[in-house]
């Protein structure tokens, strides 16, 4: 007979990654379809946080917060290298919110989520720290500084899937779910590459509709099931300039429309500034900033910098679409950042749709979601949750190790400068042994692309990280785009063209027969 999965997932952002990682971990077998490359929709366009959502307490989302609190610090410690500390400066600003109520929710941040590791919220005088320093002189005074933490969110999720895989994962790219339908209490998937045209059928006991922004559309491929939640979509925009002052701290700037946007140290040489919110409406696959949101951005952190930024400097800018739960809030910024569930049978076998959610949470949402399947999958097999303790690839070592890689780094690989040992150990942490094997020189490393990237690291991303053209490549397994010219990406994907690599799990797999 047909294979029939334990679980299918549709969609290979950060939740679907992060439910196929969780359930294979605990015996499932599993299939995961993503029509496009992994994180090519919300999960690459986030602001880069892990965070408890300082601003979500006004809102009286005390247990979100406390939930992505709690979850900051293990997310931390299984991913070192992709996830780091970061300190935030929270300037006071007369005439918005007032300094007490500033004080009493840092104080219930650094106290509802179990702060371990993190370093606890002080006071700051504007007017003497070097943190004051790039503001405008004496309109700020005072401040407070407290943790979050900050990660590269496409690697987040490819490095999920990546896990999910050598647990026994199926993980298909490029793979659209076309159509879904059950028979005899089993869900049948047909999925088409979207490069190939190919076509197959798999079968799954339960299946995971992770779609994002796209949740209702397969819900409407032929599933069965008239939805009762509905998605708010949410567009959130962030530009990109030169960096704008010398310390490694971020800031969060209030605005007199009573949101907040962060700016935020990025890729060394930069700075990143968001976000936007703003109800949207059309193809997510299309979503762009718009000339209005980089003003907005703009003109919002000039309202605090001694230096105002213009939309000239602006070297980069990028665009996405959050799927919240629509929970009827007047306002986009007043939306929700919870999850919800809805769970149907139709014909006896279970769909679980996903709304919401936020990159901080993704780890527990997947505990949920199985733990709402629970009934559903091969009990005999489905252990407790374990992924709080079990490192994602390249992880297994302590927070404050990288720095002490990226020092081995160079010893053992002596042609390596020390920048690009840095930015090795932080995309693939004690994996970056597996892309430079037994090189004694750059040159063994083959043909070099520009901003440290080479043959080596394109085949390793081909083979083991889903990667399949130098977009993929430049913009979500690095960021190198911001440093490479338009003719050295192109060469990436005629270097690509000229030599496939063998893509882990191809679709025909699906179809195999047990």
């Known amino acids: ?166 647990r026994g994962a199926q993980i298909h790219t490029r793979s659209r779910a076309v159509e879904i339908r059950q028979e005899s209490r089993i869900w049948k998937v047909t999925v088409e590459n979207t490069t190939s045209g190919e076509r197959r059928t798999i079968n799954a006991r339960a299946l995971v509709n992770a779609g994002g922004p796209w949740v209702e559309d397969v819900l409407s491929s032929g599933a069965g099931v008239n939805a009762r939640a509905k998605v708010r979509l949410v567009q959130g925009s962030h530009i990109v300039v030169p960096k704008l002052y010398a310390h490694d701290r971020a800031y969060m700037f209030q605005n007199s429309d009573g949101r907040i946007v962060f700016v935020i140290p990025y890729q060394d040489d930069f700075t990143l500034i968001g976000t936007t919110d703003r109800d949207f409406d059309g193809d997510p696959a299309k979503v762009k900033a718009s000339s209005e949101e980089i003003k907005y951005l703009c003109d919002s952190v000039s309202e605090y910098l001694a230096k105002p930024v213009k939309p000239a400097d602006v ?70 949750g374990w992924t709080a303790k079990s490192p994602l690839p390249g992880g297994d070592m302590d927070v404050s190790a990288v720095a002490a890689l990226t020092a081995e780094l160079v010893r053992n690989y002596p042609f390596l400068s020390t920048a690009h040992a840095n930015r090795l150990a932080h995309a693939y942490g004690t994996r970056a042994t597996k892309l430079l094997g037994n090189a004694k020189s750059m040159a063994d490393l083959g043909q070099s692309f520009g901003a440290t990237l080479t043959e080596s690291e394109v085949k390793y991303l081909m083979s083991s990280e889903w990667a399949l053209t130098a977009e993929d490549i430049v913009w979500r397994r690095s960021k190198l785009g911001l440093r490479m010219s338009a003719s050295e990406i192109a060469a990436i994907d005629d270097w690509i063209t000229a030599h496939r690599i063998p893509l882990e799990s191809p679709l025909r797999e699906a179809g195999a027969r047990i």
Not at 97 to 103: D, G, I, N
Not at 151 to 165: G, I, K, N, S, Y
């Open 315 to 384: 070297v980069w800018t990028y665009a996405g679409v959050r799927p919240l739960y629509d929970d009827g809030a007047s306002e986009a910024k007043a939306a929700t950042r919870d999850y919800v569930f809805e769970l149907d049978t139709p014909g006896g076998a279970p769909l679980l749709s996903i709304y919401g959610g936020k990159i901080t949470t993704y780890r527990r949402l997947a505990e949920e979601a199985l733990e709402r399947l629970s009934p559903y999958l091969r009990s005999a097999i489905a252990r407790k």
């Open 1 to 166: 007979m047909d294979r029939i999965f334990d679980l299918a997932i549709i969609g290979g952002g950060v939740n679907g990654c992060g439910i196929a990682r969780d359930a294979a971990g605990r015996g499932n077998s599993v299939f995961l379809c993503e029509m496009n490359d992994l994180a090519s929709g919300t999960s690459s366009w986030s602001t880069k946080l892990v965070h408890g959502g300082l601003r979500y307490l006004e809102y009286y989302e005390f247990r979100l917060v406390r939930e992505a609190l709690i979850e900051r610090e293990i997310l931390w410690q299984i991913a070192p290298h992709i996830i780091r500390p970061l300190r935030f400066v929270l300037p006071h600003h007369d005439g918005l919110r007032p300094a007490w109520l500033l004080r009493l929710g840092l104080f219930l941040y650094d106290h509802i989520g179990g702060r371990n590791l993190l370093p606890p919220t002080r006071s700051v005088d504007l007017t003497e720290d070097e943190v004051g320093k790039p503001l405008i002189p004496n309109r700020y005074t005072r401040g407070f500084e407290y943790s979050d933490c900050f990660v590269d969110d496409a690697r987040l999720v490819v490095l999920t899937a990546r896990d999910a895989a050598d």
